[in-house]
């Protein structure tokens, strides 16, 4: 496990360089590298470094199972607040429960949910920059959200050029966007610094979006059971009168 490599500045005595991988779940995650400058003790500084990179394997496990515990807590309060729904005014508190645990494990300037009609072809959109949650509506659906609804994959526009080739409309301080689809829309953030979301914020984000799937079928589940009642309703008129 120990791979020694020669240092590549030759005009001074570095020694080598020694190298020993992180493992976590049965997978390298990550490589410990340092230098060797004393040959006589190279064995012992080798095991050395060996237990270092166990105990740093051991503190990134540890630290990954704390974010996942984090990230599930988030999603099951996320979730409660879906249990409470009862007709789409509800969706402003949804949102607004999204957020607050969304901001709390990535870092962003605006969080948003967008609600897509495909018949219509506008979208309704639930925004916040860390205070109230606000809603509009608007006519027409730009580039970035259409090429989400046709591929069906999240859309990260890295930087400032991206985010203005998309059309986005964003202010000026918006550099970086992301939207993740769910059933019926997408969830997005946003930050001001380009390039500011990493794989683990985005895959974090898409997490959150599957969720938000949970609430808008349960809106579809709302609505068919209202068609049943007033089914329902208008068969006992039709009997009563039948009488």
Known sequence: SLLDR???DHSEPLGRMASVPLW???KVIG???TQISHKVRDLFDLGLL???AAQASLAIERAQHDRELSLNLALQQVRNQILQMEGPQDWQRVAGRCFRELRALVSCF???IQLIDLVEGTHSCYFSDGEEVRYSTQYQMPPALQQV????????????AAVEQFQDDLGPEVNCVVDAPFLGGTV???NTLEHAFSTQDIATLERFAQVISEAYRRLEDLKGLARVQLLLQQAQKLEAVGQ
């Open 6 to 8: 020669a240092a590549l």
């Open 24 to 26: 976590s779940r049965g």
């Open 31 to 33: 490589v410990l590298t």
């Open 50 to 52: 060996e237990q270092l």
């Open 110 to 112: 605006h969080c948003s």
């Open 149 to 160: 609804v046709a591929s069906g994959e999240t859309c990260y526009r890295r930087t400032r």
């Open 188 to 190: 997005a953030v946003s």
